[in-house]
């Protein structure tokens, strides 16, 4: 990992944690310093993820280290048993029990006797080389191989989304976004939203479902062994922008084999594209007389980057500037990963292009802080209503920033 | 009191290792000494600092370092361990990290391990040795493992220690004296009386906490007297009497008014001053705070909450001149200075449980359950029938006859209050 002058990726210990907060009725136990879950937390409430899952840490002390003693994780599952009674225990290692090997799988496949109703799940994924998305994956996944039980499917047809997580900038939004035009579309409500709105019972009964929306990459394993329990389908994809939605809509109508609503489809598209029209002379007046204001850059997770690209370039006419995604586990030749060094230099010497990227690096180039699009963040976000980026209501959004952001820049 | 059997007495304490939990998992708990080790840095003028840890240390950081006073003139990076350096060590990778903050022109660093170095067992110190010639920054370092403590403080007193290590040895100016535990700018903070009649006096006081300038640690060897008036600095001025002879006086840990007059007298020993008559008019205030207190305080039990930031053992071996007998005693942190206390308390008969307080909503009905008549500290999520001297944070920094008025008044203002509302 190295030197960093910024925030550098999360851990995988961290991509799990930021999966299995907001999993209401279940609690998460982290063996290891407090500082740890200390940290975890503060990003959660920061996130806007308190009171969901009952988020605990037990500490270890030099004793534990040298001794391999892991009581204390025996008293606090059974004082959380005792006071709290969630149904399901997430065990996380932290970092220092990862180096000594501590191995929480045989402490939970020991102590699951004494809990015979709730099941102790210990997570790994906690080593050094493994970055956060990755540990969002192995978390969707896990969760989807311990936790459904066998069931029929839904008379009435349901959908589930994979990879709503509190780790991507304003998940909340964008799932209430789809969960609305699912509505909408098809007048389908949810079985489960993996993971931001979901309790224990929704993951439970997901193998009802007649669709897995995934989006985003690293749902995709959670999706192939839930296709292959279940025999739910599934569909991978952000819907950004009003085209991309529209599509979205009709891949998912191919798949659930039912005619989506045509007047809520048109009924969205009309006032997108009213709403919009007063702006286009203007955006073509940019395009044109100010390709370089013209142009946007974008940095973030990979399948966020592309998604909003893919609308700004191909709906809105926008030239195409650096972009980047933030896990090196997802480069492309379209999209690289890259270092500190690299996009620091990119937001130097592209001052007059659209930049939307991370409240860091928005912030250290003097951008727009609200063209934000991906974290670390550098706000509180307890506000779980603002508009989100995907879907209709996304695509106006995102409309809205640009021209404003473009309006703030001094123009002939 | 079978729910806390589990917990040990002061006398058998020897280190942090000994405070176990009140109860057994944390939420929210203690924040590591990370955290407050980088919150000191970052606000010492001309400090930089280096975390080498993992990316929770790292990223978390950042909100810390985002506050940091002089972030125009300093950096604040970090170190991220990866999987080959858990196992063979991160020393290349450090020293390189250090050199890179050197050319970008750090005038001094402080490095600052967290727990996954430390358990690899990273020696520091022999790279910090290794590396200082070939670097203009001038290097400290820290230990922070968390597994070491419970909480914070060492966060604090560890790095001042480690500014220490920076100081030079200068002639004594008997015009100079070192006030350890208060800002520059505390305007938030009520000067003590104390102060302010050393500055009347024509004292220079040189302030040394958080937001001093890295110089003036370097240069606090001049001082003539080291006043300390913070828990956290008991350890610096230790070693400042030791390296460079400069005697010092603990302020924060006395109440008792006779222990006051004596102190403030070697004071003026020490200074070649006389307070006249200054502090005659607080310290009769004080002194009637005393003996309204052996009236109403004698015989009451109490406990010392999380939410109690005065050293809770200095503050017991007072109170047992009231004969009040403490029960139950948080204990943010296990100070050096402590094992002095819990011999002193052992040797009048005093030996509370210790214990460390993670949990508000779990410790609450155990507390209540131990039926003490008084709390310092706050109980959150208790019931309110016990009675809790609140807000004591506003102690801090406070010294002397006014304070130890401040707190007595305050102790039987609450008990007045409580017994008005209903209570008993």
């Known amino acids: 990992m190295g030197l960093h002058r910024f925030s550098p990726p999360l851990s995988g210990r961290m991509g799990i944690l930021r999966t299995l907060a907001p999993i209401r009725d279940s609690a998460i136990i982290e063996y290891g310093c407090m500082g740890h879950m200390m940290y975890g937390r503060m990003f959660l409430n920061r996130a806007g ?8 840490s037990t500490h270890i002390d030099e004793a534990d280290i040298s001794l391999g003693d892991t009581t204390r994780l025996n008293r606090a599952i059974a004082e959380i048993v005792e006071k709290d009674k969630p149904k399901v225990i997430f065990l996380l290692p932290s970092s220092v029990p990862q180096v000594i090997g501590t191995d929480l799988p045989a402490i939970c496949k020991e102590l699951q006797p004494e809990y015979p109703d709730i099941p102790l799940i210990p997570f790994g994924y906690g080593g050094f080389d493994v970055f956060g998305y990755r540990g969002v994956q192995e978390a969707l996944l896990l969760l989807v191989k311990t936790l459904p039980i066998d069931i029929e499917k839904s008379k009435q047809k349901t959908f589930n989304i994979i990879g709503s997580c509190a780790d991507l900038f304003r998940f909340q939004a964008d799932a209430d976004e789809l969960i609305r035009i699912m509505e909408g579309s098809f007048g389908i409500t949810p079985t489960c939203v993996m993971t931001s709105h979901t309790n224990v019972d929704d993951i439970w009964n997901m193998g009802n479902a007649s669709i897995n929306l995934v989006i985003r990459r690293e749902g995709i394993p959670a999706a192939e062994y839930l296709q292959e329990r279940f025999g739910i389908p599934y569909l991978v994809g952000r819907p950004y922008g009003i085209k991309g939605t529209i599509k979205w809509i009709e891949d998912i109508e191919k798949i659930l084999n039912i005619p989506s609503n045509i007047e809520f489809i048109k009924s969205e598209e009309e006032i997108a594209k009213n709403q919009t029209l007063p702006t286009i002379p203007f955006f073509k007046h940019i395009f044109r007389s100010h390709p370089e204001e013209g142009t946007i850059c974008l940095g973030g997770h ?55 990227a991370s409240g860091e690096a928005l912030e250290w180039g003097g951008g727009n802080l609200s063209l934000q699009i991906s974290n670390p963040d550098t706000k509180w976000r307890l506000n779980p209503y603002l508009s989100p980026f995907v879907g209709f209501r996304g695509a106006l959004n995102l409309i809205d920033l640009w021209l404003n952001a473009a309006l703030d820049q001094d123009h002939d | ?66 506050k940091a006073r002089y972030s125009e003139e300093t950096l604040h990076w970090m170190y991220v361990l990866d999987s080959n350096e858990v196992v063979f060590g991160c020393r290349k990778g450090v020293i390189d990290a250090i050199k890179e903050m050197d050319k970008e022109g750090a005038e001094a660093i402080m490095v600052i391990l967290t727990c996954v170095p430390e358990v690899i067992g990273e020696d520091i110190e022999g790279i910090i040795h290794e590396v200082q010639p070939q670097v203009k920054a001038r290097l400290s370092s820290v230990l922070m493992g968390h597994f070491r403590c419970n909480s914070h403080p060492s966060g604090y007193w560890k790095t001042l220690l480690s500014f220490g290590g920076m100081m030079e040895k200068r002639d004594i100016n008997s015009n100079i004296v070192n006030i350890l535990g208060r800002s520059t700018d505390e305007d938030n903070i009520p000067m003590p009386e104390l102060l302010m009649e050393l500055e009347k006096k024509g004292f220079h006081l040189r302030m040394l906490a958080p937001k001093s300038d890295i110089k003036d640690f370097i240069g606090a060897t001049d001082a003539k007297l080291n006043l300390v008036i913070s828990p956290y600095m008991n ?26 007059d004596e102190t403030y007298r070697k004071i003026e020993e020490i200074l070649s001053i006389s307070w006249d008559n200054r502090f005659d008019e607080l310290r009769e ?38 004969n009040m007998i403490p029960i139950l005693l948080h204990m943010e942190e296990f100070y050096p200075d402590d094992r002095q206390w819990a011999k002193k308390l052992e040797e009048v008969g005093i030996n509370p449980f210790v214990c460390h307080m993670v949990n508000d909503k779990r410790d609450a009905p155990v507390l209540e359950e131990l039926e003490p008549d008084l709390s310092f500290g706050e109980i959150f999520e208790g019931t309110g029938k016990v009675p809790c001297v609140s807000y004591l944070y506003e102690l801090y920094g406070q010294i002397g006859y006014e304070r130890t008025s401040f707190l007595l008044n305050r102790i039987m203002n609450t008990l007045e209050n409580h017994k008005n509302k209903g209570g008993i």
């Open chain 1, 302 to 356: 990979a399948d966020v980057v592309k998604g909003i690209l893919t609308y700004a370039t191909e709906e809105m006419m926008f030239n195409k500037g650096p972009c980047w995604c933030d896990s090196s586990d997802m480069s492309s030749e379209e999209i690289p990963y890259l270092t500190e060094e690299e996009w620091t230099a990119i937001i130097k010497s592209n001052k007059k292009s659209l930049l939307m």
């Open chain 2, 1 to 66: 009191m079978n729910r806390i059997q589990h917990l040990k007495k002061i006398a058998s304490v020897k280190s942090n290792a000994g405070i176990k939990f009140l109860t057994s998992a944390a939420f929210p708990g203690s924040h590591c000494p990370l955290h407050t080790s980088l919150a000191l840095s970052t606000n010492i003028r001309g400090m930089s600092t280096l975390v080498v840890g993992t990316a929770e240390c790292s990223i978390y950081s950042r909100n810390v370092v985002k």
């Open chain 2, 235 to 260: 350890p610096l001025a230790d070693m400042m009497d030791k390296q460079f002879s400069i005697p010092f006086i603990s302020l924060h840990e006395i109440y008792n008014v006779l222990e006051i």
């Open chain 2, 285 to 322: 205030k004080a002194l009637m705070a005393e003996k309204k207190a052996e009236k109403e305080l004698g015989g009451l039990r109490y406990i010392s909450t999380g939410r109690n930031p005065i050293p809770p053992l200095a503050l017991a071996f007072y109170l047992n001149k009231f």
């Open chain 1, 49 to 56: 993820v308190s009171g969901m899952a009952k988020t605990y």
